[in-house]
């Protein structure tokens, strides 16, 4: 058993039935022994994997028959018939199906019942089309979980790299206006604390990365760096926080300079994670700080455009469910000492 104190089984949803998420999680599971993954539970509808998988099946309803069926089957927490499917075609029964996972991954692991959330990708826009109306998981898991989408801040995590969005799922023209003071500040000390906590760094050294060009260029480029930024890292400063920054975008992630520090915070979306997949799609990890729970997901969406056809890489779900487990089982190890 690779994870001694892992309580309970790892909770993993499968997001849209018609996308990747059930084959790699049903392949993940056949990886199982190769990658020293802890037992979890595929949880979704059991026809999604059926039609893209045909190894076995233990259809469960407790913890204690994922334990006992992990060996010889992926055990799966069906929840209902997502309608007639066809991989890579999404559908409104399809998304209600990913959401109905999601609340009962959140549930159970909520409830200490899983050790961990593993969430399958969802889309969207399949979402939003059955009135869904946050930007992403990470808010509606925050929610159910009491906690501020501020507060929940999105990593991904990869061997030789850390990106943070400081904000993430809103168009180009409004991140200007989102970045503040208070934002940084915020998800930065979050980000500092989840290092601390949960990768077991003591003494962690981030880095801001500018908006603009050249990092502004001393405002002739731009005045976000001087107008939001300088302060921002100035404040953290002051709270003893090892940080550097606002640093030009395009040499930040250059290996020698991304080498000094343990995380990069990025003022949107792309800046973040399109290095990040360029180095680390096959094993990097969307992981989210500031939770009561341990919650990860891997680094990309449902694949309408290969589902079904066999070729969509489980690594990612690989490299998530680890990464759940290992978190988890160090919030456990650090309980147990602080009894
Ligand atoms: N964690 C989540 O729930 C995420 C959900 N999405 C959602 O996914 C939907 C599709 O988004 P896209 O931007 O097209 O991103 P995508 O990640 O679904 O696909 C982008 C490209 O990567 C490939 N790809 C993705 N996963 C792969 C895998 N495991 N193995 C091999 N190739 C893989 C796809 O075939 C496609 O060519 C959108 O509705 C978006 O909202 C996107 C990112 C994360
Ligand atoms: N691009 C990352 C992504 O879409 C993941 O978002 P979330 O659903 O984990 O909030």
């Known amino acids: 058993m690779p994870y001694p104190e892992l309580r309970q089984p790892v909770a993993v949803t499968m997001g849209d039935p018609a996308g990747v998420g059930p084959e790699v999680t049903a392949r993940a599971w056949a990886a199982r022994r190769e990658n020293h993954l ?185 005045d976000e760096e001087e107008q939001i930024m300088v302060p921002a890292v100035a404040q953290l400063a002051e709270e003893g926080i090892i940080v550097d920054g606002p640093l030009a975008a395009d040499s930040l992630f250059a290996p020698a300079v991304r080498a000094r520090y343990d995380a990069l915070l990025c003022a949107y979306h792309d800046q973040a994670l399109t290095p990040f997949k360029a180095l680390h799609f096959h094993d990097g990890v969307n992981l989210t700080l500031g939770l009561p729970i341990i919650r990860t997901s891997p680094d990309h969406g449902t694949a309408f455009n290969i589902a079904g056809s066999g070729v969509a890489d489980p690594g990612p779900t690989i490299a998530a469910i680890a990464m759940a487990a290992q978190l988890a089982m160090a919030r456990e190890r650090r309980c147990a000492s602080a009894k």
């Open 38 to 222: 802890p037992p979890f539970v595929a949880i979704g509808d059991a026809a999604a994997i059926a039609a893209v998988w045909d190894g076995p099946i233990a259809r469960v309803g407790d913890m204690d028959e994922v334990q006992r069926t992990f060996n010889d089957a992926l055990p799966v927490w069906h929840l209902e018939d997502s309608g007639p499917l066809t991989p890579g075609i999404p559908t409104a029964a399809g998304a209600t199906c990913a959401l109905h996972a999601l609340e009962t991954g959140i549930g159970l692991t909520r409830n200490q019942a899983s050790s961990a959330l593993v969430t399958g990708s969802v889309s969207k826009f399949a979402l939003h089309s059955i009135g869904y109306t946050h930007p992403g998981q990470t808010e509606f898991i925050a929610e159910r979980c009491g906690v501020t989408a501020t507060n929940a801040v999105m990593m991904l995590a990869g061997p030789s790299l850390r990106v943070v969005p400081l904000t993430v799922h809103i168009p180009l023209i409004e991140v200007s206006g989102r970045l503040t003071v208070e934002l940084i500040v915020a998800k930065a000390r979050i980000v500092v604390r989840g290092l601390k906590r949960d990768f077991g760094i003591e003494h962690p050294r981030i880095a801001l990365a500018g908006l603009n060009p050249h990092a502004g260029e001393s405002g002739q480029l731009g």
